[in-house]
């Protein structure tokens, strides 16, 4: 069992426009994401399922030739290896859960956010 606080968890900043926060268990993984108006998440996709819950803002998704604005309150969930990106339409406070754990991000190896 782990307990955990966000105001506890360091924030990693990966740009000016984007930062998150990480709960990392043997399966999946917790971010707490924030990202700033005009805020790009280049195209990419992964392993993990993705589940989005947007808690303030908006972020507007580009899944294949579809549009997604993904509002305060929404979720969106992307199944393994779905090609997305994303802008954040306003300043945006986003909870995503993946599965499995994205390794990526914890290697830094995710060079399309740090850009």
Do not use: C
């Amino acid at each position: 069992m782990s307990f955990y606080r966000w105001d506890d968890i360091p924030e990693e900043k990966l740009t000016d426009l984007f930062s998150r926060k990480l709960v990392v268990g043997k399966n999946e993984m917790l971010a707490l994401v924030t990202l700033k108006k005009g805020a790009f998440v280049r195209p990419h996709k992964h392993e993990s399922e993705q589940i989005s819950f947007i808690l303030k803002g908006a972020l507007k998704f580009q899944i294949s030739e579809r549009e997604i604005v993904v509002k305060e309150g929404e979720l969106l969930h992307l199944p393994s290896n779905m090609e997305h990106s994303a802008i954040a339409l306003e300043d945006t406070l986003d909870l995503d859960v993946f599965s499995p754990i994205r390794k990526d991000w914890l290697e830094g190896s995710d060079s399309y956010l740090r850009k």
